[in-house]
């Protein structure tokens, strides 16, 4: 498991100012701003706080508790973390601030068929092995991002995106994941983490990324442990 260590405020970021949003474009906010669901991430979302460069991240860090009750989620965020590794070897599982970020790509299990947004078999297999951890911990909330390579036009690599994002998250949501933990957002090929000049590169953009925050219950839980 990679681990990440950043330097955050300890303020929790639910609602960016009125200016912000209108300083981003219509396209970022576009992008960045797909169906929100659980009340953390649903105001984070709805605000455009995980738009830019890396939409999971930036939520995640827009959910942070800071201070005591923070330390005592980050430590359930790592048994966490070490759960799904262990359950899926082949995704690349990071911890970032309070929470995880979990990275599909078309290497690690869950994989679309070219300008196909329906998850095979083997991807729900996969999904199948998150969903049992997700459910060991049901007082988080969970971010489902979709990406993209280059290749194509740039609007339909948004919309393919935003259906196959959507797919995890319904597919999660037949599974058992309350909808009311959910948010989905959707950067088409704005944001990749390899170059699109090689096939492999490609291969690692065309990704889902799950990102798991505590929700309000765990929140809660938190608070209570550290008052003793």
């Known amino acids: 498991m990679k681990t990440k260590i950043l330097s955050i405020a300890t303020a ?5 100012s009125c200016q912000s949003l209108q300083n981003t474009n219509k396209q970022q906010r576009g992008t960045a701003i797909g ?48 759960e799904i590794s262990q359950e899926i070897p082949g995704a690349e599982v990071e911890r970032v601030g309070e929470g995880i ?34 459910n060991n911990y049901d ?10 390579d280059s290749a194509g036009d740039a609007a339909y690599n948004l919309e393919l995106s935003k259906k196959r994002a959507f797919a995890v998250r319904d597919y999660l949501s037949a ?27 490609k291969a690692k953009n065309r990704r889902v990324e799950i990102g798991i925050v505590a929700g309000e219950e765990m929140r809660r839980d938190a608070e209570q442990e550290v008052k003793g």
């Open 12 to 16: 929790l970021l639910l609602i960016v």
């Open 35 to 82: 169906a929100a669901g659980g009340a953390i991430l649903g105001a984070i979302v709805g605000n455009n706080v995980g738009g830019g460069d890396n939409q999971t991240e930036g939520a995640i860090l827009g959910a942070v508790v800071g201070g005591v009750a923070g330390n005592v989620i980050g430590r359930k965020m790592d048994k966490q973390a070490q």
């Open 101 to 134: 970020v979990v990275t599909f790509d078309e290497g690690s299990g869950v994989k679309f068929a070219t300008n196909q947004a329906s998850l095979n078999a083997s991807s729900q297999a996969t999904l199948n092995k998150l969903i049992n951890v997700m």
């Open 139 to 148: 007082g988080t909330e969970i971010l489902v991002s979709g990406h993209t």
């Open 175 to 201: 599974k058992g994941v309350a909808m009311n933990r959910m948010a989905v957002t959707y950067a088409g090929e704005t944001s990749p983490i390899a170059t699109n000049d090689t096939a492999a590169g």
